[in-house]
């Protein structure tokens, strides 16, 4: 037999051979396609959907953002610090981003760093000028900028601080003004959590219904 002849006969037993089995995947890939599918409804969509209703059914107020309206308009949110213009209104914590929701931030400086430094007594001074007390007299978290930057309580003594002239802009008796600040500190969450605040949007609300504005 020559080499074509037996080149020819392995040709002819390899097409007759039995053919490999094809592998079938047994419905694993309609598994998984499926399982993506759901999880991605109702992880993404639907767990989603029922937090948002659950949210606007049982806190409404909170979850949308606890804005504060005052004749038709959203004059703030008592969740967001926000400076105030004119010596009547108690004013908050100093904000390294200047109170920009977009910026959220504080300075990262470090209490070694000289600027830091030099801010602060600054910041002390210029408040103990404005409320006419000595320097060591103002709250440290007046002239402190807090973490987020817009942290929106001051202490019950940072707002003690400016009460005198507080009562003395709007010609109001200082017993009105400290009653106003006491109807409107929170104490610990709780009980135990945190420590007495006072938030400055809803005091400086009062402040002005009081007066009829």
């Known amino acids: 037999m020559t080499m074509t002849s037996t080149l020819a006969a392995q040709a002819r037993e390899a097409s007759t051979a039995t053919p490999a089995p094809v592998v079938a995947d047994q419905g694993a890939w309609r598994g998984a396609i499926g399982l993506a599918v759901l999880t991605l409804a109702g992880f993404g969509f639907l767990y989603v959907l029922a937090g948002v209703g659950i949210g606007q059914a049982l806190f409404p107020t909170t979850a949308n953002g606890s804005l504060v309206e005052r004749g038709g308009h959203v004059v703030g ?6 400076p105030f213009a004119g ?25 070694t760093n000289a600027a830091m430094r030099e801010r602060i007594e600054g910041a002390r001074a210029a408040i103990a000028q404005r409320e006419g007390v000595a320097p060591a007299a103002v709250p440290g ?36 003004v400290e009653q106003l600040v006491a109807e409107h500190t929170e104490g610990r969450q709780l009980g135990l959590l945190g420590a007495p605040r006072v938030n400055v949007l809803a005091l400086n609300l009062a402040l002005d219904a009081a007066q009829g504005r």
């Open 77 to 82: 949110s008592t969740l967001v610090a926000q």
């Open 87 to 111: 010596e009547g209104y108690f004013q908050p914590r100093p904000s390294a981003a200047s109170y920009d929701l977009m910026a959220l931030a504080g300075s990262n400086q470090a209490r």
């Open 141 to 176: 978290d007046l002239f402190t900028q807090s973490g987020g930057g817009i942290d929106p309580h001051i202490s019950p003594e940072g707002a003690a601080v400016q009460v005198a002239r507080v009562a003395r802009e709007r010609g109001l008796g200082r017993d009105v």
